[in-house]
């Protein structure tokens, strides 16, 4: 069994300010993606997912989940409060469960697709399940079932681009270094 990287914990027990820093600016980014949307025939497509895949990527699982599952409850409470439990559980759980499968071992692109589509996997599932309980009716969720996909896979698309050709992950580790 493969240990957890050090290295993505490494800067919350070296510099405290530093890690909060970041994990508040994703944070801030994920509430201020919740409160608009794409419009797409029939709904909205939201950008949080991608802001919550791209932190999970680079940041720890405390973090992560502290950027997708607080950030995504804070974002619904201001805007759209019904669904915020649902939020703070799929998207905590999402962030988390990337976070720790990217980092586990040596990080690759790889291991970051697989990854994410796990998380997308989890952030459906969650979304589908909690709008049933919410809104009380098994048919909303499935009306709102490929917006789901649709948005979970701009978070996973997204992310991997940021990240790995936008070199976000790897100016993430330099300044890691850095004191």
């Known amino acids: 069994m493969e240990k957890v990287s050090t290295e993505t914990t490494s800067l919350r027990k070296k510099d405290k300010v530093k890690w909060i820093t970041i994990a508040g600016l994703f944070m801030a980014l994920n509430i ?7 419009p797409v025939p029939g709904g909205h497509l939201y ?33 759209y409060p019904l669904p915020m439990f649902v939020s703070l559980a799929t998207h905590g759980l999402q962030a988390v469960v990337i976070s720790l499968i990217a980092h ?8 970051s697709l697989v990854a994410t589509l796990i998380g997308a996997v989890i952030m459906v599932v969650g979304y589908t399940l909690g709008k049933t309980f919410v809104y009380s009716t098994f048919e ?6 490929p917006y789901e996909i649709a948005q979970a896979l701009l978070g996973v698309g997204g992310s991997l681009l940021l990240c790995y050709k936008g070199h976000l992950l790897s100016i993430y580790k330099r300044m890691e270094l850095t004191d």
């Open 32 to 38: 201020a993606m919740s409160s608009f949307g794409i």
């Open 47 to 79: 950008l949080c997912d991608l802001v919550i895949c791209t932190a999970a990527l680079i940041l720890d699982p405390v973090a992560a989940f502290i950027v997708g599952g607080i950030g995504s409850f804070i974002g619904d409470m201001i805007f």
């Open 104 to 111: 586990r071992g040596k990080e690759s692109f790889a291991k």
């Open 140 to 145: 909303y969720a499935m009306i709102k079932l």
